[in-house]
């Protein structure tokens, strides 16, 4: 923003504003942080910085946009979402829901997969497998309740990881030695 000081008709820009420190703990969003009330593309810049790198960035861009668009007549969820991926879980969020599909699978740059998987790759575990995903106990639209919309926060799951054939071969010769 810029203001008009002084009598000689130079412009000199407006001081920044400064971020509000009682908002700032009550929401647990850092100043830098989007809110819903942001424009789409801003929203998704910043959730773009926090994924981990297990998608491409061409498919992690078109699945975070279809998300905050589906997501931007809900601003408390997208502000949830917001809160969750920016301080990586630290702060409790509620539930991040989208429609549940027929088949239950969303489809992403001409990909097919399960939603609550697909963010938690984005934003957790990059080498996830589908069936390593449990919700946490609070979570009320979680993937596997078959409700009529879906949880996609990725702070709503957990990893639970079977033994591999690794894991296997150690126990096994732990047992023979």
Same mark, same amino acid.
């Given at each position: 923003?810029?203001?008009?000081?002084?009598?000689?008709?130079?412009?000199?820009?407006?001081?920044?504003?400064?971020?509000?420190?009682?908002?700032?703990?009550?929401?647990g969003?850092?100043?830098?942080?989007?809110?819903?009330?942001?424009?789409?593309?801003?929203i998704?810049?910043?959730?773009?910085?926090?994924?981990?790198?297990?998608?491409?960035?061409?498919?992690?861009?078109?699945?975070?946009?279809?998300?905050?668009?589906?997501l931007?007549?809900?601003?408390d969820?997208?502000?949830?979402?917001?809160?969750?991926?920016?301080?990586?879980?630290?702060?409790?969020?509620?539930?991040?829901?989208?429609?549940?599909?027929?088949?239950?699978?969303?489809? /992403?740059?001409g990909?097919?997969?399960f939603?609550?998987?697909?963010?938690?790759?984005?934003?957790?575990?990059?080498?996830?497998?589908?069936?390593e995903?449990?919700?946490v106990?609070?979570?009320?639209?979680?993937?596997?309740?078959?409700?009529?919309?879906?949880? /996609?926060?990725?702070?709503?799951y957990?990893?639970?990881?079977?033994?591999?054939?690794?894991?296997?071969?150690?126990?096994i010769?732990?047992?023979?030695t």
């Amino acid at each position: 923003m810029v203001g008009l000081a002084g009598g000689g008709g130079h412009l000199y820009p407006s001081p920044p504003m400064q971020p509000n420190p009682e908002l700032r703990e009550m929401t647990g969003i850092t100043p830098s942080a989007p809110t819903s009330a942001d424009a789409c593309l801003s929203i998704v810049h910043s959730l773009m910085c926090h994924r981990q790198g297990g998608e491409s960035e061409g498919f992690s861009k078109r699945a975070i946009e279809s998300l905050v668009k589906k997501l931007k007549e809900k601003r408390d969820e997208l502000d949830s979402l917001i809160t969750a991926i920016t301080t990586n879980g630290a702060h409790p969020s509620k539930c991040v829901t989208i429609q549940r599909t027929l088949d239950g699978r969303l489809q /992403v740059a001409g990909r097919k997969g399960f939603p609550h998987v697909i963010y938690a790759r984005i934003w957790r575990w990059p080498d996830l497998h589908k069936n390593e995903l449990k919700h946490v106990k609070y979570c009320q639209f979680a993937f596997d309740l078959k409700c009529d919309s879906v949880c /996609v926060n990725p702070y709503h799951y957990e990893r639970v990881v079977s033994p591999g054939i690794g894991t296997l071969s150690l126990f096994i010769v732990s047992i023979y030695t």
